[in-house]
T-cell receptor, first 111, second 113 residues
Framework: RKEVEQDPGPFNVPEGATVAFNCTYSNSASQSFFWYRQDCRKEPKLLMSVYSSGNEDGRFTAQLNRASQYISLLIRDSKLSDSATYLCVVITTDSWGKLQFGAGTQVVVTP | DTEVTQTPKHLVMGMTNKKSLKCEQHMGHRAMYWYKQKAKKPPELMFVYSYEKLSINESVPSRFSPECPNSSLLNLHLHALQPEDSALYLC????????????FGPGTRLTVL
């Protein structure tokens, strides 16, 4: 079983709609959680860290459920520029900063 | 400023060549990383440097040789690579290795002929 699992998609989303997707992690010692976005042939860019209480950044909302070991990302009012692959990233305690990546969820926003 | 720079952007090399990839950050971060990313796959960790010392080598073949000359610079020396080593090589940095956010450079797209 992979340490971090994501639905690869693609999620085809009409412009202006809301899309949400999850990421599950297997290691209960996971301490830090992030969502990165990656455009085709570009580097991953930090979208947001995910905090225990959940957090929002504009149209993006991230949630953490430690009991069920998953994090989620919700995108409201989708824009064409939101089309990207969203990488779920988890860091476990004492891992020397080693990121555990999910395989990524592809989102395609259509006009 | 959360900028990590990498040079060159693109590199084409033969299997007998020796080349180096360079990475620089001026955020005062003490942890720096090399990743390799193949198409449609997530990045794979290669090396971790913490306070200029190598702390993790993810069983990377010796044809890849990292070097950290100072706290701002990270190099990856390449020698006798194979075509299957063609990939996007990403550098990242973070404040420390203790779960801090990692910031990625734009990467070097390497093609080995």
């Amino acid at each position: 079983r992979k340490e971090v699992e994501q639905d690869p998609g693609p999620f085809n989303v009409p412009e202006g709609a809301t899309v949400a997707f999850n990421c599950t992690y297997s290691n209960s010692a996971s301490q830090s959680f992030f969502w990165y976005r990656q455009d085709c042939r570009k580097e991953p860019k930090l979208l947001m860290s995910v905090y225990s209480s959940g957090n929002e950044d504009g149209r993006f909302t991230a949630q953490l459920n430690r009991a069920s070991q998953y994090i989620s990302l919700l995108i409201r009012d989708s824009k064409l520029s939101d089309s990207a692959t969203y990488l779920c990233v988890v860091i476990t305690t004492d891992s020397w900063g080693k990121l555990q990546f999910g395989a990524g969820t592809q989102v395609v926003v259509t006009p | 400023d959360t900028e990590v720079t990498q040079t060159p952007k693109h590199l084409v090399m033969g299997m007998t060549n020796k080349k180096s990839l360079k990475c620089e950050q001026h955020m005062g971060h003490r942890a720096m990383y090399w990743y390799k990313q193949k198409a449609k796959k997530p990045p794979e960790l290669m090396f971790v440097y913490s306070y200029e010392k190598l702390s993790i080598n993810e069983s990377v073949p010796s044809r890849f040789s990292p070097e950290c000359p100072n706290s701002s610079l990270l190099n990856l020396h390449l020698h006798a690579l194979q075509p299957e080593d063609s990939a996007l090589y990403l550098c990242a940095s973070s404040q420390e290795t203790s779960g801090d956010t990692q910031y990625f450079g734009p990467g070097t797209r390497l093609t080995v002929l």
